[in-house]
Antibody, heavy 121, light 104 residues
């Protein structure tokens, strides 16, 4: 059974940094691209970042480019998101999501339960 | 960047009704459009990918259609468990704003 477990969320001051982690299990982690998606409670979904299966290619939303860095450790089945220069509008639940086996354009077939990041101004 | 505009933002319907949600892309995206369902306090769940392919295990009352810039999600006979928020997603990234399906 596929399982994604995020950790690292919490309260941080504006301008601060935070590192999120996602522990993956139940599938061959190094075969799949992974992503971070965030959601302000009660609002819509915002794609944040994607990393290829081998970690070579990374992609970011304009809203986080230059401030967030996605990485993965395929030996530990772990996805990470290093967030710096945090702003109040980064406050959201951050989900780790696994791309479908067939293609990254076929959506996220599994999601974690999310971790809440709150940035205080 | 490709933007996706979803409509309506909310709708009210009764059990048994057929409902349709639309998603429009700002550029042609072929069939690279996915649909998700999200219930309060839960992560989204993938329903349909590649515009019209039903994910395994998803009830057949859900269907998707469209290509290039205009897409639709149809729920043919709304069930109590279908009251939720639905999101479209283009390609591997951006999402529509969501449609909340509420009980009339």
């Amino acid at each position: 059974e596929v399982h994604l477990l995020e950790s690292g969320g919490g309260l941080v001051q504006s301008g601060g940094s935070l590192r999120l982690s996602c522990a993956a299990s139940g599938f061959t982690f190094n075969n799949y691209a992974m992503s971070w998606v965030r959601q302000v409670p009660g609002k819509g979904l915002e794609w944040v970042s994607t990393i290829s299966a081998n970690g070579v290619a990374t992609y970011y939303a304009d809203s986080v480019k230059g401030r967030f860095t996605v990485s993965r450790d395929n030996s530990k089945n772990t996805l990470s998101l290093q967030m710096t220069t945090l702003r109040a509008d980064d406050t959201a639940v951050y989900y780790c999501a696994k791309y479908s086996m067939t293609a990254v354009t076929n959506g996220f077939d599994y999601w974690g339960q999310g971790t809440l990041v709150t940035v205080s101004s | 960047d490709i933007q996706v505009t979803q409509s309506p933002s909310s709708l009210s319907a009764s059990v048994g009704d057929s409902v349709t949600i639309s998603c429009r892309a700002s550029q042609r995206i072929g069939v690279f459009l996915n649909w998700y369902q999200q219930k309060p306090g839960q992560a989204p769940k993938l329903l349909i990918y590649a515009a019209s392919t039903l994910r395994s295990g998803v009830p057949s009352r859900f269907s998707g259609s469209g290509s290039e810039t205009d897409f639709t999600l149809t729920i043919s006979s709304l069930q109590p468990e279908d009251f939720a928020t639905y999101f479209c997603q283009q390609g591997f990234s951006s999402f529509g704003g969501g449609t909340k399906v509420e009980i009339k």
